[in-house]
């Protein structure tokens, strides 16, 4: 499959890892409480991308890698944003352990051309 390549200079683009250990048994509530922020945040126009996974191994562990076009706006302005309360409110009861977050400066990405349309 042909591939497409994205040079990022230092343009303040900026990318976060978050990891999260939900508590046992509490998963299918923290992924109901981040759905509907994640369907929100595509809609915010300094958003450029956000992919969820979850371990293999540990199906209480997820990881979260977004990417935002300034630091200082997402700290200001998203982060605040009334759709995100609920969540971040929840999080001290559903977590095991505090969130880790990771801050990092986008250099290249490289991804798959869909030319099938879709």
Not at 23 to 48: N, S, W, Y
Not at 67 to 92: F, G, H, K, M, S
């Given at each position: 499959m042909p591939t497409s390549t994205v040079t990022r200079p230092d343009?303040?683009?900026v990318a976060f890892t978050v990891t999260l250990h939900a508590k046992p048994g509490r998963e299918a509530e923290f992924l109901d409480l981040l759905t509907p922020v994640l369907d929100a945040m595509r809609h915010e126009p300094g958003f450029i991308?956000?992919?969820?996974?979850?371990?293999?191994?540990?199906?209480?562990?997820?990881m979260l890698y977004e990417t935002w076009a300034d630091l200082d706006e997402l700290?200001?302005?998203q982060i605040p944003?009334?759709?995100?309360?609920?969540?971040i409110a929840a999080l001290p009861d559903l977590l095991r352990?505090?969130?880790?977050?990771t801050l990092w400066q986008p250099m290249r990405g490289d991804f798959a051309i869909d030319r099938s349309g879709g």
């Amino acid at each position: 499959m042909p591939t497409s390549t994205v040079t990022r200079p230092d343009d303040g683009t900026v990318a976060f890892t978050v990891t999260l250990h939900a508590k046992p048994g509490r998963e299918a509530e923290f992924l109901d409480l981040l759905t509907p922020v994640l369907d929100a945040m595509r809609h915010e126009p300094g958003f450029i991308n956000a992919v969820l996974h979850r371990s293999p191994d540990d199906p209480t562990l997820f990881m979260l890698y977004e990417t935002w076009a300034d630091l200082d706006e997402l700290v200001r302005v998203q982060i605040p944003r009334a759709y995100r309360q609920a969540y971040i409110a929840a999080l001290p009861d559903l977590l095991r352990q505090e969130r880790g977050v990771t801050l990092w400066q986008p250099m290249r990405g490289d991804f798959a051309i869909d030319r099938s349309g879709g």
